[in-house]
């Protein structure tokens, strides 16, 4: 079973409106943190938000917040006032689990193409 | 800008061919991972090195194997080269800091295996 899921494989938005992103999870583990990474054309991933299992609130990074359903297993990433230059790829990654003295793997899933038109 | 670099940028081999892909992690991050991202898809997890030893591995063959450095460098190694090793392969450096250990990329380098 996939342990990452974004069912949206390409999404468009109006320049400097909101758009939401899905990402569905899936995890036994209780101790887990899930990220947000955007790569443009260019192929470098640009880590953009984190939210942990334990985290009480939702995070938010300047325009971009993560919405955590944790009872839902979703962690959708919403853009505000979207720009031109969001238009890249958006994928989300889940750790699980943390040891003392390393770290786990990040699993990722598939991405989804965002284009902001102008 | 992460920090971490990668070299380089793009590389053409031949089946049955070995390979030696490099990166240079953020200062002080003592961590660093590597990931195998084919066309269309995302990347997927190959190994990580913590402390220069072997923390940990994907489902990839032997045939990939890596080393990490004292001075925040790394090498990743492929072996026997075939066609599906054509790929984008990050690398991504981290300093384990608790809970919020987030892995910084860089910006790959595209290998084309003929």
């Known amino acids: 079973a996939q342990k990452i899921t974004q069912t949206q494989p390409g999404m468009f938005v109006q320049e400097k409106e909101a758009v939401t992103l899905d990402c569905t999870y899936d995890t036994s583990d209780p101790s887990y943190g899930l990220f947000w990474y955007k790569q443009p054309s260019s192929g470098e991933m640009i880590f953009l938000i984190y939210?942990?299992?334990?985290?009480?609130q939702n995070a938010t990074e300047g325009r971009y917040s993560l919405n955590f359903q944790k009872a839902r297993k979703s962690a959708n990433l919403v853009i505000s006032a979207s720009q031109l230059g969001d238009s890249a790829m958006y994928f989300c990654?889940?750790?699980?689990?943390?040891?003392?003295?390393?770290?786990?793997?990040?699993?990722f899933g598939k991405g989804t193409k965002l284009t902001v038109n102008p | 800008e992460t920090g971490v670099t990668q070299s380089p940028t793009h590389l053409i081999k031949t089946r049955g061919q070995q390979v030696t892909l490099r990166c240079s992690s953020q200062?002080?991050?003592?961590?660093v991972s590597w990931y195998q991202q084919a066309l269309g898809q995302g990347p997927q997890f190959i190994f990580q090195?913590?402390?220069?030893?072997?923390?940990g591995r994907g489902n990839f063959p032997p045939r990939f194997s890596g080393l990490q450095f004292p001075n925040y460098s790394s090498e990743l190694n492929v072996n026997a080269l075939e066609l599906d090793d054509s790929a984008l392969y990050l690398c991504?450096?981290?300093?384990?800091?608790?809970?919020?250990?987030?892995?910084?990329f860089g910006p790959g380098t595209r290998l084309l295996v003929l």
């Open positions: 991504a450096s981290s300093l384990v800091q608790g809970l919020r250990e987030t892995q910084y």
């Open positions: 990654a889940m750790r699980e689990g943390w040891t003392q003295g390393g770290s786990e793997k990040l699993v």
């Open positions: 200062s002080g991050h003592n961590t």
């Open positions: 939210q942990g299992s334990y985290d009480q």
């Open positions: 090195y913590y402390r220069e030893e072997e923390n």
